[in-house]
């Protein structure tokens, strides 16, 4: 029996019963055994060699706008954990965005289109650093760190945190713009979108989010030991699968108060924002990542490069 077989016949179980608690009525997984057999063991077991006992081992994982990071970290998160006995914190940058109080006093500030979360600028990036140097530290302490929750476009209270009690020997950091380059000032001349055409005439709003590339952004970059990256095919796949995204967001909350989920066209101006840095990802994003996964029109791993 390989490894691969052995991996796969120990985390099946745990495998398909996560499959099946993403998966609707509507959406069902496909060729889900070719998946992990194929891709994400592979992906796991050059992980696993990657480990250092001394210190984590920080994976960065990309991709656009529902190209599935969260489903795929999860799962190799469940293979490193079932498999190879390994502790394994995952987090988002989304759960780093700044709460709605503090992007409203920055759309004053600078730019109204910074209400809208995503962009670099809209993140707490002086957390994510402080986390990444405390957890690079040989003298480990148990921390706090953010959880954010999209359905009210708000940072939950502290009380529901994530809590690390103990110091991992993996840590995935998903988010769409992790390893992001910043674009050269005459490349934002010319605007990507609508959005930008009508309001960001003066630049503004798009110089400011570049030029957080430039500083912190590429410090926290530069403190990943590795980066995977999934790459879409093209844009309005991304658009296509970000619905799909806001419609199953919708049906786990919509039994909460004060809901901000976002209907077919507030989705669209949504994804406008992202436009830019996410069509430069799909040019720059294949050069430096040790692992590129390029995804089909069905939403499906095709193809994977081991660098």
Not at 155 to 175: A, C, M, N, T
Request: proline share 3%; glycine share 4%; net charge positive.
């Amino acid at each position: 029996m390989t490894s691969i077989s052995d991996c796969f016949y120990k985390v099946k179980k745990d495998y398909y019963k996560f499959i099946s608690s993403e998966e609707t009525k509507k959406a069902k997984f496909k060729n889900r055994d070719k998946m992990i057999r194929s891709y994400l063991i592979p992906v796991s077991f050059w992980i696993a060699k990657k480990v250092n006992k001394k210190k984590p081992v920080i994976i960065g994982l990309a991709g656009g706008q529902g190209t599935g990071k969260t489903t795929i970290s999860s799962i190799i998160n469940l293979i490193l954990v079932k498999y190879f006995k390994l502790k394994v914190f995952k987090i988002s940058i989304d759960d780093f965005y700044k709460t709605r109080k503090e992007r409203y006093k920055l759309s004053k500030k600078i730019h109204p289109l910074l209400m809208t979360r995503g962009v670099p600028g809209t993140h707490d990036i002086d957390l994510i650093l402080r986390f990444l140097r405390i957890i690079k530290k040989s003298n480990f302490r148990p921390l706090s760190l953010p959880k954010f929750d999209k359905s009210i476009d708000d940072r939950l209270k502290k009380s529901q945190w994530y809590k690390i009690k103990s110091k991992p020997d993996v840590i995935i950091f998903e988010g769409w713009c992790v390893g992001a380059k910043f674009q050269k000032n005459i490349e934002l001349k010319k605007p990507v979108n609508f959005l930008e055409k009508s309001q960001d005439k003066s630049m503004k709003w798009r110089k400011y989010v570049n030029f957080q590339l430039t500083g912190k952004y590429k410090t926290f970059h530069n403190m990943l030991d590795y980066l995977l990256y999934l790459k879409a095919e093209n844009f309005s796949l991304l658009r296509r699968w970000r619905l799909k995204q806001e419609k199953k967001l919708f049906l786990k909350s919509k039994n909460k108060k004060n809901l901000k989920i976002m209907n077919k066209n507030e989705v669209l101006n949504f994804m406008m924002t992202y436009q830019r840095i996410t069509e430069e990802m799909f040019k720059t994003a294949t050069k430096f990542s040790s692992i590129v996964m390029a995804l089909n029109e069905k939403h499906q791993i095709k193809n994977i490069k081991f660098k």
